[in-house]
Every structure is written in structure tokens, then in C-alpha cells.
């Protein structure tokens, strides 16, 4: 026989699709201490001699893995080989954490409670009963009390940032269409500081801002070409020599 006899108890209480909720962990096994806790995959942990070790998923609280020794051990969680090639036990969630408890397995002698003596029966004596006449009671009607008004509280439904983004980044668009450049320049960059995702095929407002300098850039020059063109065609109005 192997220096390291382990009896394996694979208990696999939810598959990756779903969680199926338990019992917490420490009520069904309140004698159980924690050993260590992280996330997916568990490391190796020592057992001592008579232990069950657990591997509980706290996101789905559920155990997912239970070993158990006859003796002071190494129990490596991570060697598949070990438990028959069943890793798929740790890729549930790779993203859950666990927490992993170390329990004896040992029976506790429980004495048996002590069987109660009864005591003899004593007797007492009763006293006369005496009749007595009680005042008849005169019941009064209740006061009714009025309901007090409620007032509805108006709720408010918190704006969601991104949506508020497509909205601006939209009219900016149209804005930028209509070559509104101003305007537009404006709403790209409220577009940008609300976190405006862009979507397939879209500029985003960063490019669009670009743009937009480049052609008020471009107005601006043909606009002082203009006006330099039209000063050198204007007649001279001075008088002659």
C-alpha cells in the first residue's frame, strides 16, 4: 500500500453555466479552520493525519473539491493527475475565489446524559375558593386613528454617462455636416470627456476635433488671401504728380 492513501470525494455542485446557492460553508461544517484563501487555482496545502480538505468556491457557495488522509500530508490542488485528470474542477471560474478549510475526521465520544430521578409527588393543600363579585365593566368605543397621507417621493433615474456621450457625439455630427465648425468643435470634445465609445466604422471625436482645426486653419488663410488680393487690385486714389 502507498505511503499516502487518499480517499477522494469529488463533489461538483455547479457546472460553468450557473451557481447553485447553499448553505454557508461554516455552517454545515462548523469545526472546519481556514486555511488559506485566493483565487483560481488553489495551491498546494499541508493536511494533517485524519483531515478532510476543502476547496470552497465562495462566489457560488459551494464546495467544489474534497479530499481526505489518513496521515500528515501534501495535498497538491493543482496536479490533476492526482485526482484522475479532473482540472476541469478549477476552470469553473477562473475568475472566483475560494477559500480552503481543513477539518478532523475523527469521531468525538459523546457522554450520555445522566437519566433524570424523579422526586416524590407532594401533596398541598388547596385553599376554599371564596366567590367574588366583580363591577361590570363598561367597554368604551375605541378612538380611530386617521392614516397619515403618504407623500410619493419622485425618483430619479441616474443618466447613463455613455448615452449622454452619443447624444452630443450625434449632434456633432450633424453639426459637422451642416459645417457648423464652432458648434461641432464644442461637442467632440464634451463627446471625448464623457467617454464616448467609438463604434465600427466611426471617427472618433479626437479625429473629428482634428479636422475641424484644420479647416477653420484653411477659412482663415483663404479669408487674409482675399482680402490681400483685393487691396492689390484696387486703383490708386492718389492724385498724380
Known sequence: MNKKVWLINVLVVAAAAGCQQAPSFTQQHPRAALLTQGIYPPPAVQAG???NVYVYD???DRVVLQTATTQPTTIDLRDAAAFGGSRVLFNVNLSHHY???SESNATQAVSPAPTPVPS???TTPVPPVVPTVSAPVVSQPAATKMPAPVVSKPTTKPVDPQIEATKVYNRGVDEWNSQKW???RADFIQAKTLGYRTGFGERSPEDFVKRIDKKIAEAKAAKQQAGASKLATQPSTRPAK
Do not use: F, H
Open 120 to 122: 416524590p409527588a407532594q
Open 182 to 184: 464652432d458648434t461641432a
Open 58 to 60: 465562495d462566489s457560488c
Open 49 to 51: 493525519a485524519s483531515q
Open 99 to 101: 477559500s480552503i478549510y
